[in-house]
């Protein structure tokens, strides 16, 4: 499982933030946990397979808002008490 964090420039208001979150879903159907925040200026979500950050840039950007940066890293799911 990876966690994908992807910094994006243009998100005003919470209905920006289900725009962004709404455009990862379709882009990525196997996203989880899909997050959107307009007060860090970034999405995260979990996926089982690497992806593609180039198709992450273009479907955040044809939506008109500016994709900035993403990182890729392993995601480790814990237990209930983080063991």
């Known amino acids: 499982m990876y966690k994908v964090?992807?910094?994006?420039?243009?998100?005003m208001c919470g209905m920006c933030e289900a725009h962004i979150a709404d455009t990862i879903r379709k882009a990525f159907p196997d996203?989880?946990?899909?997050?959107?925040?307009?007060?860090?200026?970034?999405?995260?979500?979990l996926s089982e397979q690497e992806i593609d950050l180039e198709k992450l840039k273009k479907a955040i950007e044809?939506?008109?808002?500016?994709?900035v940066s993403a990182s890729v890293e392993p995601y480790k799911k814990r237990g209930l008490f983080g063991r």
């Not at 989880?32 to 200026?41: C, E, F, I, T, W």
């Not at 044809?62 to 994709?67: D, K, N, P, V, W």
Request: hydrophobic fraction near 30%; avoid cysteine.
């Open 31 to 45: 996203a989880k946990k899909v997050n959107a925040s307009r007060k860090h200026g970034e999405a995260t979500f």
């Open 62 to 67: 044809e939506t008109g808002y500016t994709f």
């Open 5 to 11: 964090t992807a910094k994006i420039d243009g998100m």
